[in-house]
């Protein structure tokens, strides 16, 4: 399977713990995207990787939220003293270089109790 | 007003069905136009793809845009019950700017 895989695919936390969420995007994608899907809502959009420069940030990412590309493949999303507003399907997307097509992985399924 | 606003749904069909989903948006500024669907407990995965007014085909779905109006629509020829799913209608502003506004979503059941 090529495409976008992301781990773990369900996290259940208390409040307050830290998580740490993984995506590997499509191999030879450089754009790397993470996304925030509640119940009956659409994805909204929190980050964006070019390579390993994060260059774009919702105001929905609180200074909770980290993310980070370190060698431009895979990233991390890490959220901190976690709410349980921050209960909430997590995806990750990659896109090829010069296109604007987003392809998106199974996503994390984060409850925090 | 919502950036993007797409009818919710639920919406129930009988197999082999011309399904018809709609989105419409306020910023004129948005430059290109996506389709994705998504099963439930599942990442979206992306059906369709324009930058431009009119209609694009591929198998049994055309996307139809209409940039002078701020209107899209996502046309299922032949429905089938493998159909059923949630369909999301995305935008993007173009250029150095990345992220996709999209629709709520509209849950789609096709009856065998």
């Known amino acids: 399977d090529t495409g976008v895989s992301q781990n773990p695919r369900h996290k259940i936390t208390k409040r307050g713990q830290n998580v740490t969420f993984r995506c590997d995007p499509i191999s030879e994608h450089n754009r790397l995207y993470w996304y925030r899907q509640t119940l009956g809502q659409g994805p909204e959009f929190l980050t964006y990787f070019q390579n390993e420069a994060q260059l774009e940030k919702s105001r929905l990412l609180s200074d909770r939220f980290s993310a980070e590309r370190p060698k431009g493949s895979f990233s991390t999303l890490e959220i901190q003293r976690t709410e349980q507003g921050d209960s909430a399907m997590y995806l990750c997307a990659s896109s090829f270089q010069g296109l604007y097509e987003q392809y998106f992985g199974p996503g994390t399924r984060l409850t925090v109790t | ?112």
């Open chain 2, 1 to 112: 007003q919502k950036e993007v606003e797409q009818d919710p749904g639920p919406l129930s069909v009988p197999e082999g069905a011309i399904v018809s989903l709609n989105c419409t948006y306020s910023n004129s500024a948005f430059q290109y136009f996506m389709w994705y669907r998504q099963y439930s407990r599942k990442g979206p995965e992306l059906l369709m793809y324009t930058y431009s007014s009119g209609n694009k085909e591929d198998g049994r779905f055309t996307a139809q845009v209409d940039k002078s109006s701020k209107y899209i629509s996502l046309f299922i020829r032949d429905s089938q019950p493998s159909d059923s799913a949630t369909y999301l209608c995305a935008w993007g502003l173009g250029g150095s700017a990345r992220q996709l506004t999209f629709g709520s979503g509209t849950q789609l059941t096709v009856l065998p």
